[in-house]
C-alpha cells in the first residue's frame, strides 16, 4: 500500500519577465515524480507572511518540502535523492551507478548551483557582468567539456542528476549568459522530456489558480 | 574483507594567513572516516599544473575525490554521503534518521554554503559588507533559530550532516562576521570532538610534507 506523495508549494508566486513562476523548486520534484510515474499531490503554505509553522517544517523559509508517510523532507536536492531511492528510472541500483548520480546530482548542487544562483543574484543589482561572472564561466566551461563526450551526467543515461543539473542551468538570464553550444543543447534535451512539460504545466496552473 | 579507502587531495597548498590550508575539503572525507573507524589511505595530485588526468576524475579540477575499491567518488558532499552509509556513527538506520541526515547534509551544501562560499569570495575583493552580506546573515539568522533549540542538526545526535555543517561554518571571515552566540557555540562543540583534531593535524602534517 503507497501513501501518496504530498509536494508543498507556495500558494502563488509571481509571474511575468522577472517573477519566479516556473522556476519554483517544487518544480524539480513534481519532474522526478513524473518521469517514475510515482503518485503525487501537491499542498500550498502562503506566499505571503510565511509563519512559524511555515518555518518548523522548512528552517529557512522555503519551498518546496516534502512528504512521504510519515517522513517530511525539505531542500529540494534532498527530496530529489529521497525520491531517486524509489524508482530506478531515476537512479540505476548497482554500487556505481548510484555514486555516479550521487555525485553529480551534489555537483549540480554544490559546484554549479553554488556559483550560478549568486551571481543571478548579484546581477540583479550589478548586470551579468559581475564579481561573480568569471567564476561562473569556469564552471560552466568544465561542465561544456563533460557534456561534449557525454549525452548524460550519470551511469550513461537519464538519471535525477540530469533532471537537476538542466532545472540549475536553464534560468534564462544564465541561458542567455552561456557561450556553450554543446551545454545549451543539453539543456534542451533534457528539457524535451516530457515528465518536464507535465511538471512545468503542473506548477504554472497552480500558480495561476493564486492569481486574483 | 575492506579495502583500505583512499582519499585524493593536492600535494600541497599555500599556508599562512590566506591559505586554505587547514580547509581543504578532504578534511570532511578524513574526518568522517576517523568518526567511524574506517581505515583510509591519503594520496596526492598535483596542486600546480592540474591536467587532463585530474580532470577525469574531478571535471572541476578541485579535490577531493575518494576512492572505494572500484568506486571513485567526487563531491565532497557525495563523499560523505557515501561514507554514512558505512557507519551507523555518521547517520542512524532508521528511514526517519536517515531522511533527517539527508536533508540536513543538503541544507549545508546548498542553503548554506551557497551563500557562505560566493559571500567569502566576494569579500577578498569588497570586503565582508559586500553585496551577498544581507543573505549571508539571514541565513545564519535562520540557522541559529535552529541551533538554540537543538544540540545536533538530525536525529537528536551528531550525525554527519554536523561535521558537514560545522566544516561549512568555522571559515575564520565568516566566524568573525557571525553574530550568534549559538552558532559560535555550535561550531566550537563540534570542532572539539577528537576526531576533527586528528582530521585536522592529519591535513597539516600532509601539506607540510610538500613545503620546500
Not at 509571474?15 to 518521469?35: F, M, N, Q, T, Y
Not at 536553464?170 to 542567455?176: E, G, T
Not at 554543446?182 to 496552473?205: H, N, S, T
Request: hydrophobic share 45%; charged share 25%; net charge negative.
Amino acid at each position: 500500500m503507497t501513501e501518496k506523495l504530498v509536494i508543498w508549494t507556495y500558494d502563488w508566486v509571481p509571474g511575468g519577465k522577472s517573477g519566479p513562476r516556473g522556476h519554483v523548486r517544487d518544480i524539480r520534484l513534481r519532474w522526478a515524480c513524473e518521469e517514475a510515474g510515482l503518485p503525487y499531490e501537491v499542498k500550498s503554505v502562503p506566499f505571503e507572511g510565511r509563519d512559524s509553522a511555515h518555518f518548523a517544517r522548512q528552517p529557512f523559509g522555503q519551498v518546496p518540502f516534502l512528504e512521504d508517510g510519515d517522513i517530511t523532507l525539505f531542500e529540494s536536492g534532498a527530496c530529489l535523492l529521497h525520491l531517486a531511492h524509489k524508482s530506478e528510472v531515476l537512479m540505476p541500483r548497482d554500487a556505481k551507478g548510484e555514486a555516479e548520480v550521487l555525485e553529480w546530482t551534489i555537483a549540480g548542487l554544490n559546484s554549479m548551483e553554488m556559483v550560478t544562483v549568486p551571481w543571478w543574484f548579484v546581477s540583479l543589482f550589478d548586470g551579468p557582468d559581475n564579481r561573480l561572472k568569471d567564476w561562473m564561466l569556469q564552471r560552466l566551461a568544465h561542465l561544456d567539456a563533460v557534456l561534449t563526450s557525454h549525452e548524460w551526467l550519470a551511469a550513461g543515461r537519464f538519471t535525477v542528476a540530469d533532471l537537476l543539473m538542466a532545472d540549475v542551468l536553464r534560468v534564462p538570464r544564465l541561458r542567455a549568459a552561456n557561450p556553450h553550444p554543446a551545454l545549451e543543447a543539453y539543456i534542451e534535451r533534457v528539457c524535451a522530456r516530457p515528465a518536464f512539460k507535465r511538471a512545468y504545466d503542473g506548477q504554472m496552473a497552480h500558480f495561476a489558480l493564486g492569481d486574483s
